[in-house]
């Protein structure tokens, strides 16, 4: 681990992006209902955004609520909404004054109204910041937003505007949510799960990946500091070899 002084003798990652996990273990573990623990992961995000941007990430991504997340009971959704909404309205103005960029990818047609102009709103807001871009993926699939990419290529042949023969990796890229931002460099999830959950599947083919076992309340600048540090230690070749290695 390196000491809190040496935090610019390393280069960070330009991307990070991180599935925030284990909320509900956290408020399990302490006798409380999963909300709490919900509440205490709003905590971490603000935590662990300030701490991105003092290391000099460039763009930080988080993992808020899949697309799988909508099958929970619509109690728990329901405060998962209001927890949103209640970020939306308290901490846009803070990540702004920190010159810190919004962006919300994801299937927000499933989002309610109101929640979608406070999205609508915040992105405008901070639109030309440049200090570091949060992501916030949110209603976000990666297995929904690959079909919906390949749906738009399909109409795009269609009506002619693009020939069958067009498309590759860019044209597929350039249709993602993600079209305008850097693939992820690491992934990091917490509570220990060793999976990426259907998680930026496209953008992640050469993201190097690290687990910790730290539930999401708890994550910390020094988990994070500790994940850019094993980042560092892996031998990135994108598919090309080096003397010695297969």
Known sequence: MRDADDN???????????????????????????????????????????????????????FSFSSENWRRPEEEVTDLMGLLRFYLRSEVAELHKGGVRLRVIGERARLSEDINRLIDNAEALTRNN??????????????????????????????????????????????????????????????????ISNFLLWQAAYAELVFVDTLWPDFTKRDLEAAIDEFHRRERRFGATTAGSR
């Open 8 to 62: 610019q003798s390393i280069k960070a990652p330009e991307h990070v992006a991180i599935i925030m996990d284990g909320n509900g273990r956290w408020a399990k573990a302490r006798g409380l209902p999963r909300t709490a623990g919900h509440k205490k992961g709003v905590d971490a995000v603000r935590r662990t955004v300030e701490a991105a941007r003092e290391l000099g990430i460039g763009t930080l991504t988080i």
């Open 130 to 195: 440049v200090t570091m871009t949060l992501v916030v993926a949110l209603s976000y699939g990666s297995r929904q937003e690959i079909v919906l990419a390949a749906r738009r290529l399909a109409e795009d042949v269609a009506a002619g505007r693009l020939s069958a023969g067009a498309i590759d990796e860019t044209a597929l890229t350039a249709r993602l949510f993600t079209a305008d931002i850097p693939d992820p460099d690491l992934i990091i999830r917490t509570s220990g799960e060793k999976r």
